[in-house]
């Protein structure tokens, strides 16, 4: 390597000194800043050449690639629900109902989802409008709605940075990784493919996945946004651009994320969405799906057993009987 | 149809700013806003290099590649000219443009973008030649009234050139075919990179 570097440098020294104006002209594409009486940030650059960079990859790969991410996503969900339908209560109603989220956790979780879309609609309107939208909206409309869209979007970054935050303090201990229950949860598919039923706590291992993308890709978002946010802290280009990549890969992956949350919550499982609605699931719900959970609710005495009129296929031992 | 180009000659520029106070009063810049700017290369060195720069009128701009709501044009002569009624402030040309030319006023708080503002050639933007609203967003549209971009009209050696690309080749073409004996002062040569090597130049 040092030896490379070495022999790299010597040629440059050479060439340096035999073709002066060369060299000149090298060190202007490289960057290299002169003197200019104009105030400004980097105004003492002639050519950055990381700007064509960034161009080539976000109008190419980011482009692209977000498009078939998002697309295969959806293709897959589409697909999935064709050959598998939705996850159906497999016991009847009880009619017992299990408090699942209270009133605040509600709030938040919705909070931060409604403000997640309005992130993800307008800043897929800065990428995609143009390709998408402006043909049939017109050059002026169009501009209307992505002037609009951009102000939400740099808006909606802070208030859901201050969702996620709260968020993570509250479910952090119903999201701690538990190998032995998750592993074979996720071995068993969660129970989406065949009909096996793989014990979960409150939170089964599919939720802790997307709870823990979110807080780490999602906080790279958030990081990456706010950067971009405020063009305040004095970053050059460069790093915009750097910045502004990685805001827009980990974008892709938190939607498809989020693609697959949102699917899994509604029509991919039958009564999910109403506990994060009215906070409570029937008691058949809570067993088939949450059965570990459910057996702690028990053992603390939050409800009766004895009131639902089906019965469990695990061992009776896990319940007690109320007296 | 004329393709027209700035061309800046490093071996007259004598980095006097001109063209940028010229640019400044004639299109009434927005404050804190230059369009174009004097850069010199190892200043207060011996063969220091000075060049004018503003937005370059690309072929192929990376500026208008990347704006979201496609509010460039290019204009039968070439010009790379923007629609401020579009823009929507979002910096990404900035990011881009190899040149540093679009810049932004400042436009409330934390520093957020107004819209984009860049040397036009003085040839204005989407409104009507010469109006009252086309001279408050654009500054002067000169090319409308016959005339070239002030900048390289009033740069005193004539290093600043701007107008039809093949005549401001012809004239800079001239200029190196004529320039000071390259034989006898091969350190400080002044031909361009190469011309040594085809034509036969020992010392460079
Ligand atoms: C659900 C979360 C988010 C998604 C899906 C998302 C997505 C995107 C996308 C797709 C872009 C456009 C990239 C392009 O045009 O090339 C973008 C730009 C941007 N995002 Fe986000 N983003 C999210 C969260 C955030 C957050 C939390 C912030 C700030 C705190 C933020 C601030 C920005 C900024 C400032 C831009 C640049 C746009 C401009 O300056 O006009 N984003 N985002
Ligand atoms: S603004 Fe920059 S990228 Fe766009 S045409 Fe001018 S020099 Fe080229
Ligand atoms: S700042 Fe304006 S001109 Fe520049 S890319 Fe954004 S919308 Fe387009």
């Known amino acids: ?323 | 149809m004329a393709r027209m180009k700035f061309l800046c000659d490093d071996e007259r520029c004598i980095e006097c700013n001109a063209c940028v106070t010229a640019c400044k009063n004639e299109n009434e810049v927005p404050w804190g806003v230059n369009r174009r700017r004097v850069v010199t290369i190892n200043d207060g060195q011996a063969g220091e290099k000075s060049i004018s720069v503003a937005c370059m009128h690309c072929t192929d701009p990376p500026c208008a590649a990347v704006c979201p709501v496609d509010c460039f044009y290019i204009t039968e002569d070439g010009l790379v000219l923007h629609d401020k009624d579009i823009c929507i402030g979002c910096g990404y040309c900035f990011y881009a443009c190899p040149f540093g030319a679009p810049q932004f006023p400042q436009d409330g708080a934390f520093g957020v973008r107004g819209k984009m503002d860049k040397c036009t050639f003085c040839a204005g933007g989407p409104e009507e030649d010469n109006s009252e609203e086309e001279f408050k967003k654009y500054g002067r549209n000169r090319l409308a009234e016959g005339k070239l971009p002030l900048c390289a009209e009033m740069c005193s050696t004539k290093a600043l050139l701007a107008g039809d690309g093949d005549i401001i080749a012809d004239i800079f073409r001239d200029r190196v075919v004529r320039r000071a004996d390259r034989d006898e002062k091969p350190a400080t040569a002044t031909a361009p990179w190469g011309w040594g090597k085809a034509y036969g130049d020992k010392s460079s």
């Not at chain 1, 409309?141 to 802070?158: D, E, R, T």
């Open chain 1, 1 to 323: 390597m040092l030896l490379v570097a070495g022999v790299v440098w010597a040629m440059a020294g050479e060439f340096s000194s035999s073709l002066p104006r060369a060299e000149l002209w090298r060190m202007v594409r490289e960057g290299v800043a002169g003197y200019t009486a104009v105030k400004g940030q980097e105004a003492g650059e002639l050519i950055q050449a990381s700007g064509e960079t960034w161009r080539q990859l976000r109008n190419g790969p980011l482009f692209t690639g977000g498009a078939i991410v998002l697309g295969g996503t959806l293709a897959l969900l589409a697909l999935f629900y064709l050959l598998r339908g939705q996850v159906k209560l497999e016991k009847p109603r009880t009619g017992i109902k299990i408090l699942r989220w209270n009133l605040g956790e509600r709030m938040l979780h919705w909070f931060v989802a409604v403000l997640f879309i309005i992130l993800t609609v307008t800043g897929l309107t800065l990428l995609y409008g143009k390709a998408v939208l402006l043909p049939w909206l017109g050059k002026a409309q169009f501009a209307y709605w992505a002037q609009l869209a951009k102000w939400l979007h740099n808006i909606s970054g802070p208030l859901f940075i201050a969702g996620l935050v709260p968020m993570i303090l509250i479910w952090f201990k119903d999201n701690l990784w538990r190998p032995g229950i998750d592993w074979a949860w996720f071995k068993a598919l969660g129970g989406l493919v065949g009909r096996a039923h793989p014990p979960a706590e409150r939170m089964n291992a599919g939720e802790k996945g997307w709870f823990w993308l979110l807080m780490t890709v999602g906080a790279l978002l958030s990081i990456t946004g706010l950067l971009l946010d405020l063009p305040l802290f004095g970053l050059e280009r460069e790093s915009m651009q750097m910045i502004h990549l990685i805001h827009g890969v980990s974008a892709f992956l938190v939607i498809a994320g989020a693609l697959g949350h949102i699917y899994i919550g509604t029509i991919g499982t039958e009564g999910a969405l109403e506990g994060m609605i009215h906070g409570e699931v029937d008691l058949s719900w809570a067993r088939q799906h949450h059965d570990l959970w459910l057996e702690a609710l028990e053992k603390e005495g939050r409800f009766s057993l004895a009131k639902s009129d089906t019965r469990i296929e695990r061992p009776e031992s896990f319940f007690k009987p109320e007296k």
